[in-house]
């Protein structure tokens, strides 16, 4: 079982910054993929960006230009700069990792709340 904590969500106003860390307890530094969600009130869990193992990221367009995934891989930790912050950004931000293992396992973080005031 892996375990992922994260941490750096609070209340900001509308143009600010936060930065997410997730915690990983296991090694990120190869095969696997992460990824941070989220989940809006009343509104279907969304992808928001991923990194793999080698640095490659992707990022939904909502986000894109704004948002900025990074790892750490001697911390085992993920981060999620979050910069141009508006309130549509308000939303639980989780934390998942895919390992690659045989078969593949996924584990979910236990979210940290991001609410961006205008």
């Known amino acids: 079982q892996v375990q992922l904590a994260e941490s750096g969500g609070g209340l900001v106003q509308a143009g600010g910054s936060l930065r997410l860390s997730c915690a990983a307890s296991r090694s990120i530094r190869s095969g696997n993929t992460m990824r941070w969600h989220r989940q809006a009130p009343g509104k279907q869990r969304e992808w928001v960006a991923l990194i793999t193992s080698g640095g490659n990221t992707n990022y939904a367009e909502s986000v894109k230009g704004r948002f900025t995934i990074s790892k750490d891989n001697g911390k085992n930790t993920v981060y999620l700069q979050m910069n141009s912050l508006k309130p549509e950004d308000t939303a639980v931000y989780y934390c998942?990792?895919?390992?690659?293992?045989?078969?593949?396992?996924?584990?979910w973080g236990q979210g940290t709340q991001v609410t961006v005031s205008s």
């Open positions: 998942n990792a895919e390992f690659f293992d045989n078969p593949a396992t996924r584990y």
